[in-house]
């Protein structure tokens, strides 16, 4: 079963604007990471805040981490068509070792 | 580092025949995943192994597949008389640690098209 649910599926924006991926899980977790996908290609890893955290910052990524309410936000600053992707967000529960279980995506398109 | 390494890119078989998926991890990385994602879902966990040991198999996984890590080093990842729902893409990744904070390094998967 899938742990985290992102919002919204689908999202198409243009170059330079800002887009922003929310993503909600269900049970406690240690860490929670986001990846990019591009179309029939493996994911890459992104960024991972942990629990403790609130915030963080990577180049024209911010996340951030709600853990009261179960939830994080990706924001892509400065779009470009580069960006084009799907993006996940992946969560590890407390405890043994590193199970991540993965969302089901958001798919970006960032029209040039 | 050469990345995670799968092996074949893409494979069709029949319904009925056996297919095994290969699996290279990044040499220093101790743990390594098998993930299934269809067409518009997110990876779906599968199997893990911390060096050579199974460590945990998802009820996804019938006793038609079967996952081994001989040396702790390349991963098989065998499907016996495939089916149509087979039809995925199989990725996997591995990570180095034993603490809970390593990012997942994933391969560009291995398409299953099941006939």
């Known amino acids: 079963s899938q742990q985290g649910e992102e919002d919204p599926q689908a999202l198409s924006i243009q170059e330079g604007e800002n887009a922003t991926m929310n993503c909600s899980y269900k049970t406690s977790i240690n860490n929670l990471q986001w990846y990019r996908q591009n179309s029939g290609r493996g994911l890459v890893h992104l960024i991972l805040?942990?629990?403790?955290?609130r915030e963080k910052h990577s180049g024209r990524l911010r996340v951030t981490l709600d853990t009261s309410k179960k939830s994080s936000s990706l924001l892509i600053t400065a779009s470009r068509a580069a960006d084009t992707a799907s993006y996940f967000c992946a969560t590890d529960a407390p405890g043994g070792y590193q199970k991540v279980t993965f969302g089901i995506g958001t798919k970006l398109q960032v029209i040039p | 580092d050469t990345g995670v390494s799968q092996d074949p890119r893409h494979k069709i078989t029949k319904r009925g025949q056996n297919v095994t998926f290969r699996c290279d991890p990044i040499?220093?990385?101790?743990?390594l995943y098998w993930y299934r994602q269809t067409l518009g879902q997110g990876p779906e966990f599968l199997t893990y192994f911390q060096n050579e040991a199974q460590l945990e198999k998802s009820r996804l996984l019938s006793d038609r597949f079967s996952a081994e890590r001989p040396k702790g080093s390349f991963s098989t990842l065998e499907i016996q008389r495939t089916e149509q729902g087979d039809s995925a893409m199989y990725l996997c990744?591995?990570?180095?640690?034993?603490?809970?904070?390593?990012?997942?390094?994933f391969g560009n998967g291995t398409r299953l098209t099941v006939t």
């Open positions: 805040i942990r629990s403790n955290e």
């Open positions: 040499s220093e990385h101790n743990r």
């Open positions: 990744a591995s990570s180095l640690g034993t603490g809970n904070n390593s990012p997942l390094h």
